[in-house]
């Protein structure tokens, strides 16, 4: 069997040295390292223009895992979600937004705002702030969902929005917010890019383990 060692007393100072001058660099302080960083410009890669951010977040959201409805109006997505509740046991449906409220008003489908009750599959839908092209994610804030519970207790998340609700880059999701809410900005903003990933069960990626396990996305045309 061989054995490797460090070798005699020269290589031994010298591998010290080295050491030495690693920790050195990694220690000191340079204030001037980013200089050169843009904060301004965008590091995503730029989607195709003929492709549009439409087609870039359908296509990175449903890369993501979620799953991608499409609706023509909204008497088709209500005409839809009423086979969906009964076919997938989405049974008590929940959800605390206002927007929500008022779409299933009318429609026969009720709403809970019960999120503490313990079921096997707890089901939320919501509306959102906007949809992110490049990354492909959901923003919601406990002010359009009307609680945190609507999306941090779920663990399927149905999301409501509109084609105009989508951006391209996160730096377009923070204005919007700003300019929305202004002082009164939500407390809590969260941006959701797919079903919940943990791999702190024997380093084995699993998913919905830690949060949300299902995601989807009904994309609505305005009137």
């Known amino acids: 069997m061989k054995i490797f ?28 390292l980013f200089k050169d960083v843009n904060m301004q410009v965008d590091t995503w890669t730029p989607f195709k223009e003929e492709d549009g951010a439409d087609f870039t977040f359908v296509e990175r959201f449903k890369e993501n895992g979620g799953i991608f409805v499409y609706f023509e109006s909204k008497e088709n997505f209500l005409d839809a979600m009423k086979q969906y509740v009964v076919e997938n046991q989405w049974e008590p449906l929940c959800s605390t937004s206002k927007k929500m409220e008022v779409i299933f008003k009318d429609s026969g489908i009720k709403l809970s705002r019960d999120y503490t009750t313990k079921r096997k599959k707890t089901v939320s839908i919501t509306d959102c702030e906007c949809l992110i092209a490049h990354t492909g994610s959901v923003v919601v804030t406990d002010k359009c969902a009307g609680s945190r519970a609507a ?14 609700q989508i951006v391209a880059s996160m730096k377009d999701a923070i204005h919007l917010i700003k300019e929305k809410y202004g002082s009164g900005k939500p407390s809590e903003t969260v941006i959701i890019s797919g079903a919940s990933k943990s791999t702190e069960i024997d380093n084995q990626l699993v998913i919905g383990a830690q949060g949300i396990k299902q995601i989807a996305l009904f994309l609505v045309e305005e009137e």
Do not use: C, H, W
């Open 5 to 32: 060692s460090f070798g005699n007393l020269s290589e031994r100072t010298n591998k010290e040295q080295i050491l030495a001058k690693v920790r050195e660099a990694v220690m000191t302080k340079d204030e001037n």
């Open 151 to 164: 999306y941090s207790n779920a663990d399927v998340l149905l999301v409501f929005a509109s084609p105009s």
